[in-house]
T-cell receptor, first 117, second 111 residues
C-alpha cells in the first residue's frame, strides 16, 4: 500500500529499554493515528494527531509518547518498555475516496511486531 | 465513549456457504461503520463500509446491513471461498478521530 510506511517491521526489546516507532505518509493528510493490536482485543487507539504539531490521547495512551514534528511523520515512543507492551503496532491515515474526499476509513501501515522480554 | 461488541469470535463454514458476522455499538451518535479484513501477518484492509443514512450496502459477494434503532450492523458474505479466510473487524465512529473496533472474528472457509 502506497501511502504509509512504518519502521521497523520487527523489534525485540528488554524490559526498561526505549525505542521509537516511525511512521511516514506521502498522502498529505492532516490526521495520523497509532493503534496497537492484541489477540482478542481488536485494534485500540493509542494516540492520534489531527494536524501538524498537535497530538491527543486515545483509549490506551499510558506508557507511550508521540511526536508530530511535521505533516509527513508521526512517531511513537516507548520510554521504558514493559512486557504488557508486547503487541503489533499499526500506524494509520485516512482513506481518500476516488473523488478525493475523505471517507472516514483508514489505510494502515504494514505494522511493527514488538516483543518485550 | 463508544463500545463495539462483535460476535462470533470464530466462525467456520464450508466453501460455498454464507457467513454472517454481527456487531453492536453503544453510542447512538455513531454514523460510520466500516468492516476490515486482515489476512494472516498482513495489515487490516477496508472491504466495505456503511453510513447511518443507509440501511444496506452490497459489493459483489459481501453486504452490510445496519439497524440504527437496535444499534447493530452485520457483515454478510455469500458463496464463501477459501480466500475469504481471515480475521474480520467491525468498527464504529462519528468521524475520523474516534474509531472504535470490535475484537474481531476469525473466519475459516473449509474447501
Amino acid at each position: 500500500n502506497a501511502g504509509v510506511t512504518q519502521t521497523p517491521k520487527f523489534q525485540v526489546l528488554k524490559t526498561g529499554q526505549s525505542m521509537t516507532l516511525q511512521c511516514a505518509q506521502d498522502m498529505n493528510h492532516n490526521s495520523m493515528y497509532w493503534y496497537r493490536q492484541d489477540p482478542g482485543m481488536g485494534l485500540r487507539l493509542i494516540y492520534y494527531s489531527a494536524s501538524e504539531g498537535t497530538t491527543d490521547k486515545g483509549e490506551v495512551p499510558n506508557g507511550y509518547n508521540v511526536s508530530r514534528l511535521n505533516k509527513r511523520e508521526f512517531s511513537l515512543r516507548l520510554e521504558s518498555a514493559a512486557p504488557s507492551q508486547t503487541s503489533v503496532y499499526f500506524c494509520a491515515i485516512p482513506l481518500t475516496s476516488g473523488t478525493g474526499l475523505l471517507n472516514y476509513g483508514y489505510t494502515f501501515g504494514s505494522g511493527t511486531r514488538l516483543t518485550v522480554v | 465513549g463508544e463500545n463495539v461488541e462483535q460476535h462470533p469470535s470464530t466462525l467456520s463454514v464450508q466453501e460455498g456457504d454464507s457467513a454472517v458476522i454481527k456487531c453492536t455499538y453503544s453510542d447512538s451518535a455513531s454514523n460510520y461503520f466500516p468492516w476490515y479484513k486482515q489476512e494472516l501477518g498482513k495489515r487490516p484492509q477496508l472491504i466495505i463500509d456503511i453510513r447511518s443514512n443507509v440501511g444496506e450496502k452490497k459489493d459483489q459477494r459481501i453486504a452490510v446491513t445496519l439497524n440504527k434503532t437496535a444499534k447493530h450492523f452485520s457483515l454478510h458474505i455469500t458463496e464463501t471461498q477459501p480466500e475469504d479466510s481471515a480475521v474480520y473487524f467491525c468498527a464504529a465512529s462519528q468521524g475520523n478521530n474516534d474509531m472504535r473496533f470490535g475484537a474481531g472474528t476469525r473466519l475459516t472457509v473449509k474447501p
